[in-house]
């Protein structure tokens, strides 16, 4: 059976969470740490935490994907911007500490002007600051579409950061589909392709999760702009071949399609239906 789910709201809570990814038919699911604008945490309420943990161990939910602030630059040149990635990153890891199953994914990061090279020795720099050896989170690189100065929008780039960091055990790959299909990796025409590459540049080992998005703008337009699945560039088929790949299917899909929640559960029950489906 697929581990699939889709990005939810944390306002109310992690056991609401799991509530809600139940009633999708879902069993794992992404939320925001924080306001994604990277303002203060909520208060750690270890009660919902706990009631979460249980819950998810009696239905069979997880793992988890929590996702960092996408505002947060670790690539800044700006040492009170970096300082503030790391300061809010370091809090997010030690609440997470609590639930049984979860990834902390966050995007690496953009250059602004100072060069790839620069961005990424920064990057693992906080990466090296904010690991420690005794957290059971396992942080992961999202793969980035290269808008802007996105660092990350290759797998050599995403090599790079984790050849420098002196944990690299605690490092995986969040793969998302929209964002590699932008960064120039033809997923729809070349799947095993793509991942051969992935495997030879990063080592299939470290991937741990998958972005499902379809995306709204062509092969390799370097822009980041979701679609529903089977209704953009990507089409059907593609996902068809991911929810299907001997080795993807064992992953954690996540959505972040643009829906409501009766979307996603359509989208879910698609993606199920699509993948025990008979040849
Ligand atoms: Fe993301
Ligand atoms: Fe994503
Ligand atoms: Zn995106």
Known sequence: M????CHLSSAKG???????AKALNANTFQFFTRNPRGSKAKPVNEADMEAYSSFARQHGIGPLVAHAPYTLNPASADPGLRDFALRVMAEDLATLERLPAVYYNFHPGCHVGQGIEAGIAWIAQALNRLIAPEQRTIVLLETMSGKGSEI???FEELAEIIRRVERPDKLGVCLDTC????????IRNDLDGVLEQFDRVLGMERLKAIHLNDSMTPFASRKDRHEKIGQGSLGMTAFEQIVRHPILKMLPFELETPNELDGYAAEIAL???RAEKEE
């Open 271 to 273: 993606l199920r239906a």
């Open 14 to 20: 992690y056991l609401a969470m799991g509530k809600q």
């Open 179 to 186: 964002h590699v299909y932008s960064a120039g990796y033809d």
């Open 2 to 5: 697929l581990t699939i789910g």
């Open 152 to 154: 990350g929008s290759s």
